[in-house]
């Protein structure tokens, strides 16, 4: 099987095992004799290889060293593909995402930077609402006065 950039789906693999630290020695091990950590990365490294338009990763930084993590961010880094990551790891986000999506109540809301961009645009837009709705509430306390004010005038004048 040939994959675009004209190299051989199999010596890309292998590649790809190696720097998961999947070495050569477990290559002809079954699958099912594999560890939960050694699966994961062999199937990371089978869907690297293949080079999808869209790679949705799940917790990807799980069962990985240092130096896995850091080729693997790499490699992320140099994709050309959209990248959907589902990660708790701060640094690994802060190191290869663009952007930060929010999914609330309301809808989905994009954030531009790592992970720490999108912790600094949250903070300020959480004081930002809590300026204003100080604001709003000293507004009504001011209203509601205002309102008991009338009233006692009224009482009072009849």
């Known amino acids: 099987m040939r994959l675009s950039g004209g190299f051989d789906w199999e010596t890309g693999l292998e590649k790809h095992l190696t720097m998961l630290h999947i070495g050569p020695e477990l290559w002809k091990v079954p699958f099912a004799d594999l560890s939960g950590g050694q699966k994961t990365r062999v199937r990371l490294a089978a869907l690297l290889v293949k080079r999808p338009e869209v790679l949705l990763l799940d917790e990807p930084t799980n069962h990985l060293d240092e130096e896995s993590m850091n080729w693997l961010e790499d490699w992320l880094r140099h994709y050309e593909g959209t990248v959907i990551v589902v990660?708790?790891?701060?640094?690994?986000?802060?190191?290869?995402?663009?952007?930060?999506?929010?999914?609330?109540?309301?809808?989905?809301?994009?954030?531009?930077?790592?992970?720490?961009?999108?912790?600094?645009?949250?903070?300020?837009?959480?004081r930002e609402q809590e300026a204003l709705y100080k604001k709003q509430k000293q507004a009504r306390e001011a209203l509601e006065e205002s309102i008991r004010k009338y009233q006692e005038w009224f009482h009072q004048a009849e």
């Open 87 to 126: 990660s708790h790891d701060r640094t690994f986000l802060d190191r290869v995402v663009t952007g930060v999506c929010e999914l609330t109540e309301s809808g989905l809301k994009k954030y531009k930077g790592g992970y720490s961009d999108y912790r600094r645009e949250k903070d300020r837009e959480l």
